[in-house]
């Protein structure tokens, strides 16, 4: 089963009918011993890096959701949700995040002329293949709505980069760890191919 890991701070229903709409069922879920048990397991996020960590604590979420990934069950994490892996986040002060992967989340730094937030269509460079970027091109665009991205210390993590006002990480790759920065559940028909390739590691 795919569980979608409900902290009240994520796109959960937009997630749940994007693998619906390929085929495959998805279960919300805020039960820290569901979550622990998940053959599959995705985390969105929308919001503050600082509020998730603490909603993810308060809800004695962490403990199972980095047991899913140490496990080598197949993981998905969304916007935020990629953010949270990563050692610390600088935004509105300096949080703690899971600490699966090495790197810190930092704000663009941009001129007048780019807009933070980034929002819209960008598109992918790939900088090395995987089993959920099946069918997926060099040059396809996905949707982006994010003011932070995650620099990884291990430049080999980074499986796709985009370009605003210069290259950062829009997907990283890690044995059955994917996250991405932009949202698949939003990004028409190449995102849902990213949840289809998803969902089908559990049928391998």
């Known amino acids: 089963m795919i569980v979608i890991v409900d902290y009240q701070m994520g796109n959960l229903r937009s997630v749940q009918k994007g693998f619906e709409r390929v085929g495959h ?7 820290p011993d569901e979550i622990a048990a998940a053959d599959q397991l995705v985390l969105p996020g929308v919001g503050a890096f600082g509020d998730a960590v603490s909603e993810l ?3 004695g979420l962490i403990e199972p ?3 899913v990934v140490r496990s080598g069950r197949p993981f998905l994490g969304i916007c ?3 953010q949270l892996l990563f050692d610390v986040s600088y935004e509105g002060g300096e949080h703690q995040g899971l600490g699966i992967l ?3 989340v930092v704000r663009f730094e941009l001129p007048p002329s780019l807009k933070v937030p980034h929002m819209g269509w960008n598109e992918a460079m790939i900088r090395h293949q995987s089993s959920i970027l099946r069918d997926i091109e060099e040059g396809t665009h996905f949707y982006f709505v994010h003011s932070y991205y995650a620099v990884p210390d291990d430049p080999d993590v980074v499986a796709i980069e985009a370009d605003y006002g210069g290259p950062f990480c829009a997907m990283v790759c890690c044995d059955q760890l994917f996250a991405t920065q932009f949202h698949p559940e939003k990004s ?4 849902l191919k990213i949840l289809r390739n998803f969902a089908e590691l559990g049928k391998r």
């Open 25 to 31: 069922s998805a279960k919300i879920s805020a039960d």
């Open 57 to 59: 604590r308060q809800r």
């Open 65 to 67: 959701i980095c047991d």
């Open 80 to 82: 935020l949700g990629l």
């Open 102 to 104: 090495p790197g810190k």
């Open 188 to 191: 028409q028909q190449h995102g």
